[in-house]
């Protein structure tokens, strides 16, 4: 943990179980895509386009693993912290929050994006929360928005 932060500050919000139907949504939705971009370039078998289908495949990699690495998010009054399995706690202080937005579309499970400030001038470091319901969702925005520092 960082010297800024509170070690005695209080937990405002804690989520660390997802609904299982929400998560076997998005790995399905996710999977699907990365199969079907796969099979179709292995279907050429020419080097340009089986080099362009494998790249264009880890982008639906990375959303899968962040669905499957997610364990808890913790909000505090000064800080909210991220555990994934394998990569550990990633902290971020209130005054590092650039935004908070929400993907709300009907029928499909709901993501949460946490935007971090980076020390260097044009980028942002972005932590997103995927499968996750209604007032999952409504939970988490209310509570990092009462402690953005703007």
């Known amino acids: 943990m960082q010297k800024d932060c509170d070690e005695n500050a209080k937990?405002?919000?804690?989520?660390?179980?997802?609904?299982?139907?929400?998560?076997?949504?998005?790995?399905?939705?996710?999977?699907?895509?990365?199969?079907?971009?796969?099979?179709?370039?292995?279907?050429?078998?020419?080097?340009?386009?089986?080099?362009?289908?494998?790249?264009?495949?880890?982008?639906?990699?990375?959303?899968?693993?962040?669905?499957?690495?997610?364990?808890?998010?913790?909000?505090?009054?000064?800080?909210?912290?991220?555990?994934?399995?394998?990569?550990?706690d990633a902290l971020i202080k209130n005054t590092d929050i650039f935004s908070c937005s929400v993907f709300d579309r009907p029928f499909i499970p709901k993501k949460i994006t946490i935007g971090k400030k980076a020390k260097q001038v044009r980028r942002l470091k972005t932590f997103t929360i995927m499968s996750l319901d209604s007032k999952q969702v409504a939970d988490i925005k209310k509570h990092i928005d009462s402690i953005i520092v703007y």
């Open 11 to 88: 937990l405002l919000y804690k989520l660390d179980k997802r609904k299982s139907i929400l998560v076997l949504i998005d790995l399905i939705g996710f999977g699907l895509l990365f199969l079907m971009i796969i099979s179709s370039a292995i279907a050429y078998l020419t080097g340009i386009f089986l080099a362009l289908g494998f790249l264009v495949s880890l982008l639906f990699i990375v959303p899968m693993f962040e669905i499957i690495l997610f364990n808890y998010i913790e909000i505090y009054k000064d800080r909210i912290i991220i555990n994934r399995f394998i990569l550990g």
